[in-house]
């Protein structure tokens, strides 16, 4: 019987990513996949800014942008005019667009990624059945004997299998709308299918609009959304009419074109098709997405709308968010409860995906023209306003997916009422203005914001996403302009009971706005340069205070001031001491 540390069931992009983050932290690893070869064809093209920014850590995240197309920004667009607009130039992070890439050059980064950590796809391994007990997973994996060679007549025969058995101490099904997994576990995957239907082609369009946005197009039929693709290609997704329904024959690129014409005002001629397909939309995920050492992730978990581009972002988000706290937990280091906030937090945001995108789902295919003249109207109006369209820009890159309601999360804030008055560099406690400056930026449960800062003793300055490596914490103790040697003493004694209990879990660093490395800090704790206030403005950190920054990019606690005593205590309810 072969043992791993965790089994992964589906080698999609939710399970690659898994399998690559978790064998980047020291756990070992099985992925299967029944599929003998990675499927061809995929409706998932879009990744965007925030799962970008979250694959940072894993070092693949340049190398995708080389081989997609940076999409701008999203027009929609009603009787010919535009009616919203979305562009992403404004994003607060290193990737201001919205990354067109196949399913499958994603997987093939991610597969090299894999190979170089140690990690391979079993390829024609299903799935048979499992079963738990209180210390791992017991699996029977069936493989199919190979098929006839090229040439070679079939015997008629069923072709043999056989079978094997993986122990694991645990289990994650990322295989697909059809899990295997999830059947076996009897959990219901609840929701809905819609009425509508939709025609998918990747064409070639001749037409006079940017290819650097994403087009949709609200029509007298339905919809039509266009994704710019490499090499001169789009992706058209078009909603069939009700009264081509009961047509079930394979869809042509006549039909595409008579749909594309009738919704838009673009005059595009399509042509060279190399993929049409026809499809219906579901709304649907289950209710918990852990059964005590099995978990569900990706397509397993949730399906819905492709209209939002959200699918496979929140597949690879699940399995961000996950593999941290399963090597943590699995390496002792962290306490069990850990894991349930996986459930906690990835079905709340994928919950509001659901939402959004079955929303902007039925805005596009409202049937009563009163309704699309007051939707089109609505949308000129909502579109006109600035904040708005960053608003929606921020939604689609999944800039704005928080955890804030998690029960891992938290935060110490200092109120108006016990804050000093003078200026931030007269001393280390909160200022009334540094309190309303650490009430107004992210907050825990947010994503971490990006800035730049020097590392002491080296050269240049470094995003703190490229300093920060996602396999441990990060603890930010923030220096504030009041430099004083009673600070350092409280800082120096933070850092000795920090490392004292939690070192192996928990990295730190002090953030100061001085020029060079501070007297009085201990020796080998690492420094950020921030004279230019970068990261003072981002954090709010005029005045003492620090930050826990989550593996995953999120702020699991921050306070202002700094006390040690509460920053234990956070840390203790999760972490397991002298690990």
């Given at each position: 019987?072969?043992?791993?540390?965790?089994?992964?069931?589906?080698?999609?992009?939710?399970?690659?990513?898994?399998?690559?983050?978790?064998?980047?932290?020291?756990?070992?690893?099985?992925?299967?996949?029944?599929?003998?070869?990675?499927?061809?064809?995929?409706?998932?093209?879009?990744?965007?800014?925030?799962?970008?920014?979250?694959?940072?850590?894993?070092?693949?995240?340049?190398?995708?942008v080389s081989k997609g197309k940076a999409v701008t920004g999203v027009t929609v667009w009603a009787?010919?005019?535009?009616?919203?607009?979305?562009?992403?130039?404004?994003?607060?992070?290193?990737?201001?667009?919205?990354?067109?890439?196949?399913?499958?050059?994603?997987?093939?980064?991610?597969?090299?990624?894999?190979?170089?950590?140690?990690?391979?796809?079993?390829?024609?391994?299903?799935?048979?059945?499992?079963?738990?007990?209180?210390?791992?997973?017991?699996?029977?994996?069936?493989?199919?004997?190979?098929?006839?060679?090229?040439?070679?007549?079939?015997?008629?025969?069923?072709?043999?299998?056989?079978?094997?058995?993986?122990?694991a101490a645990w289990l994650v099904g990322t295989d697909g709308a059809e899990s295997v997994v999830?059947?076996?576990?009897?959990?219901?995957?609840?929701?809905?299918?819609?009425?509508?239907?939709?025609?998918?082609?990747?064409?070639?369009?001749?037409?006079?609009?940017?290819?650097?946005?994403?087009?949709?197009?609200?029509?007298?039929?339905?919809?039509?959304?266009?994704?710019?693709?490499?090499?001169?290609?789009?992706?058209?997704?078009?909603?069939?009419?009700?009264?081509?329904?009961?047509?079930?024959?394979?869809?042509?690129?006549?039909?595409?074109?008579?749909?594309?014409?009738?919704?838009?005002?673009?005059?595009?001629?399509?042509?060279?098709?190399?993929?049409?397909?026809?499809?219906?939309?579901?709304?649907?995920?289950?209710?918990?997405?852990?059964?005590?050492?099995?978990?569900?992730?990706?397509?397993?978990?949730?399906?819905?709308?492709?209209?939002?581009?959200?699918?496979?972002?929140?597949?690879?988000?699940?399995?961000?968010?996950?593999?941290?706290?399963?090597?943590?937990?699995?390496?002792?280091?962290?306490?069990?409860?850990?894991?349930d906030t996986y459930q906690e937090e990835r079905h709340a945001a994928t919950r509001a995906v659901?939402?959004?995108?079955?929303?902007?789902?039925?805005?596009?295919?409202?049937?009563?023209?009163?309704?699309?003249?007051?939707?089109?109207?609505?949308?000129?109006?909502?579109?006109?306003?600035?904040?708005?369209?960053?608003?929606?820009?921020?939604?689609?890159?999944?800039?704005?997916?928080?955890?804030?309601?998690?029960?891992?999360?938290?935060?110490?804030?200092?109120?108006?009422?016990?804050?000093?008055?003078?200026?931030?560099?007269?001393?280390?406690?909160?200022?009334?203005?540094?309190?309303?400056?650490?009430?107004?930026?992210?907050?825990?449960?947010?994503?971490?914001?990006?800035?730049?800062?020097?590392?002491?003793?080296?050269?240049?300055?470094?995003?703190?996403?490229?300093?920060?490596?996602?396999?441990?914490?990060?603890?930010?103790?923030?220096?504030?302009?009041?430099?004083?040697?009673?600070?350092?003493?409280?800082?120096?004694?933070?850092?000795?009971?920090?490392?004292?209990?939690?070192?192996?879990?928990?990295?730190?660093?002090?953030?100061?706005?001085?020029?060079?490395?501070?007297?009085?800090?201990?020796?080998?704790?690492?420094?950020?340069?921030?004279?230019?206030?970068?990261?003072?403005?981002?954090?709010?950190?005029?005045?003492?205070?620090?930050?826990?920054?989550?593996?995953?990019?999120?702020?699991?606690?921050?306070?202002?001031?700094?006390?040690?005593?509460?920053?234990?205590?956070?840390?203790?309810?999760?972490?397991?001491?002298?690990?």
């Amino acid at each position: 019987m072969k043992n791993v540390d965790v089994l992964i069931v589906g080698a999609g992009p939710t399970g690659l990513t898994l399998a690559c983050d978790l064998l980047r932290r020291g756990v070992s690893v099985a992925l299967i996949d029944e599929q003998s070869a990675p499927r061809e064809g995929s409706r998932a093209i879009a990744v965007h800014a925030r799962t970008l920014e979250l694959l940072e850590p894993l070092g693949i995240a340049d190398r995708l942008v080389s081989k997609g197309k940076a999409v701008t920004g999203v027009t929609v667009w009603a009787a010919g005019e535009p009616v919203v607009r979305a562009d992403f130039d404004e994003l607060d992070s290193r990737f201001k667009h919205l990354l067109v890439l196949g399913q499958g050059e994603l997987e093939g980064v991610l597969v090299e990624l894999l190979g170089g950590l140690g990690g391979s796809v079993d390829r024609g391994a299903k799935l048979a059945s499992f079963r738990q007990d209180g210390t791992g997973v017991t699996a029977t994996i069936e493989r199919s004997g190979p098929a006839p060679a090229e040439g070679e007549a079939p015997s008629g025969e069923a072709r043999s299998s056989t079978t094997e058995q993986i122990r694991a101490a645990w289990l994650v099904g990322t295989d697909g709308a059809e899990s295997v997994v999830r059947t076996q576990l009897e959990v219901p995957f609840e929701g809905e299918s819609f009425e509508d239907e939709y025609i998918l082609a990747d064409v070639k369009i001749a037409w006079d609009m940017r290819d650097d946005r994403v087009h949709a197009f609200f029509g007298e039929s339905g919809l039509v959304a266009c994704f710019p693709m490499v090499e001169g290609r789009h992706r058209v997704i078009a909603s069939l009419p009700p009264e081509a329904r009961a047509n079930k024959a394979d869809p042509t690129l006549d039909d595409v074109q008579t749909l594309f014409a009738l919704n838009t005002t673009a005059n595009g001629k399509l042509a060279e098709p190399s993929w049409i397909t026809r499809f219906k939309l579901h709304a649907r995920q289950v209710a918990r997405y852990r059964d005590d050492r099995v978990f569900l992730a990706g397509d397993a978990a949730h399906v819905h709308s492709p209209l939002g581009a959200q699918g496979l972002n929140a597949g690879v988000q699940d399995a961000l968010n996950l593999g941290w706290k399963l090597a943590l937990v699995h390496s002792g280091r962290a306490r069990g409860l850990l894991l349930d906030t996986y459930q906690e937090e990835r079905h709340a945001a994928t919950r509001a995906v659901l939402r959004n995108s079955d929303a902007a789902t039925r805005v596009s295919n409202v049937k009563s023209a009163a309704i699309k003249t007051m939707r089109n109207e609505l949308g000129r109006l909502l579109g006109s306003i600035e904040l708005f369209q960053q608003r929606v820009a921020k939604d689609v890159a999944e800039l704005s997916v928080s955890y804030e309601r998690s029960s891992i999360v938290r935060e110490d804030k200092t109120s108006l009422l016990n804050a000093r008055l003078g200026s931030a560099a007269g001393g280390d406690t909160p200022t009334i203005g540094s309190v309303r400056e650490f009430a107004a930026v992210a907050c825990a449960g947010q994503r971490a914001p990006e800035g730049r800062a020097t590392i002491a003793g080296q050269g240049g300055t470094r995003r703190i996403y490229e300093v920060l490596d996602g396999k441990k914490l990060a603890l930010f103790l923030f220096d504030g302009r009041s430099s004083t040697t009673e600070g350092y003493e409280r800082f120096k004694e933070i850092l000795r009971e920090v490392r004292a209990r939690f070192g192996h879990s928990v990295d730190a660093w002090v953030v100061t706005p001085q020029r060079a490395r501070p007297e009085g800090l201990l020796t080998d704790v690492p420094v950020l340069l921030d004279p230019d206030g970068e990261l003072e403005k981002k954090y709010a950190a005029s005045t003492e205070c620090l930050y826990v920054i989550r593996p995953d990019l999120y702020i699991g606690y921050r306070s202002q001031p700094a006390e040690g005593d509460k920053l234990l205590e956070y840390l203790g309810q999760t972490l397991r001491k002298g690990a």
